[in-house]
């Protein structure tokens, strides 16, 4: 196996790095960690390791969440093999030698402190080379606002996980489609719909964070 | 036979309780249905924190409460001293013959909220994955006493409860919960509401369980639940 499928398969199974017993039948082998330092070491351009070894893993391991086939432990396993790779990358990020695909804010909507979904699909966001400004819970029109002045051609997504909740988000789409037609959005959280989605005119309704990924990517590729 | 009235005394029979979370009994059993729904391994590491932090939050209080109140159904609406909650076809078709509901709150309190808040997920994701399920299990599980405690102290009255029926769940919008509030005293545990409905601390529940001569016990389960997607969702 090349290293950067050796990267690839230690994020999708989350083998953080030699010390971890997890997964049992990788007990002893080299991890995340170990494979990054060593494709740095040997050459391999830092955005190969991203884009061919990291990314890889985390794309995996979210097309498997969506199917039910893993949860969120071994979602968290994997992503936490790919922050121990990604710090080694982090000196080539400000370097400028790898650079992030866009930027992405995210915040949970206003009224709402449930943030375990929305942290889900931040955390991928960031294992699939997104730049993630994350606003918290209790998010309001003026924080997104806000946001969009300072990250300029960001995506934006929003969650909610009460009935009541989801309803502002209508209000805080209107404000920033006012500053940016072409602003993208994205909603998710528990009691949403695509029907929910459409009325609200947001971009992207997405069941599960591999969706907001595949849908974010598909926006870059007819940008480029 | 006697009737239900002459068997409850529906004065002043507000009861609030104090438990350790130890005296719940936590267990990783217990959040196995959210760590691996569908039986799949879960790696130890998270089994061990889970025990950590399980046992650091056993030496925590948790507060709940129920208050008793007369019941009716007009056809699909509960009224309850004056106020009609619409509760939605399934939990109606479950109170129709309830006489009485036990109204409950369980809350985490302020101090365990902060502990429970205590890792920020960006740093510290597998830990504070954990310890937001343990504050769940704590609830349902502080839930599951009041429930169990109502149905015993009922049963020795020769009446039956349903099962535990909360705002947010099977169709009852989570907005009824201002008028399930303004059915418990004042400041019920220190519980308050935002304008959404949540209650802070988040960590607590409400809900009503239903108390009768022909009340029935139905389980019930995410399965019977519309939020197919649900991050918290038992698949």
Known sequence: MEILEKIAHCVEFGKINKKSPYPPNMRNEDGADEYVKEALDSGIEPNDVLKEGLMIGMNKIGVKFRANTVFVPQVLMSAKSMSVGMAHLRPHFISGAVQRKGKFIIGTIKGDLHDIGKNLVAMMLEGNGYEVIDLGVDVGADKFLEAQKQHPGSLIGMSALLTTTMTNMAEVIVELKKVDPTQKVFVGGAPLSQEFCDKINADYYAPDPQGVIEYANSLLQLAS | ?235
């Open chain 2, 1 to 235: 036979m006697i009737e239900v009235a002459e068997i409850l005394d529906v004065k002043n029979i507000t009861e609030e309780i104090k438990l350790k979370v130890s005296d719940l009994d936590i267990s990783v059993a217990d959040l196995k249905e959210y760590l691996s729904p569908t039986g799949e391994e879960i790696p130890q590491y998270f089994i061990d924190i889970s025990n950590e932090e399980i046992s650091k939050l056993n030496n925590f209080y948790v507060s709940a409460g129920y208050t008793i109140l007369p019941a009716t159904t007009e056809v699909d609406l509960l009224k309850i001293s004056e106020e009609y909650f619409n509760v939605g076809k399934e939990i109606i078709d479950q109170l129709r013959k309830a006489e009485y509901v036990a109204v409950y709150a369980v809350t985490v309190g302020n101090e365990l909220e902060n502990e429970l808040l205590k890792y920020d997920f960006q740093t510290q994701m597998s830990e504070a994955y954990i310890v937001d399920i343990i504050g769940n299990v704590i609830v349902e599980k502080t839930a599951l006493y009041i429930q169990n405690k109502v149905a015993v102290s009922e049963k020795k009255k020769s009446l039956k409860t349903t099962n535990s029926l909360s705002p947010g769940n099977c169709g009852w919008d989570i907005i009824e919960q201002f008028k399930l509030f303004n059915l418990l005293p004042d400041n019920f545990l220190g519980i308050t509401l935002n304008n959404s409905g949540m209650m802070y601390p988040s960590k607590s529940l409400s809900g009503m369980i239903g108390i009768g001569k022909k009340a029935r016990f139905l389980h019930s389960d995410c399965k019977t639940c519309s939020s197919k997607n649900c991050v918290y969702r038992k698949k």
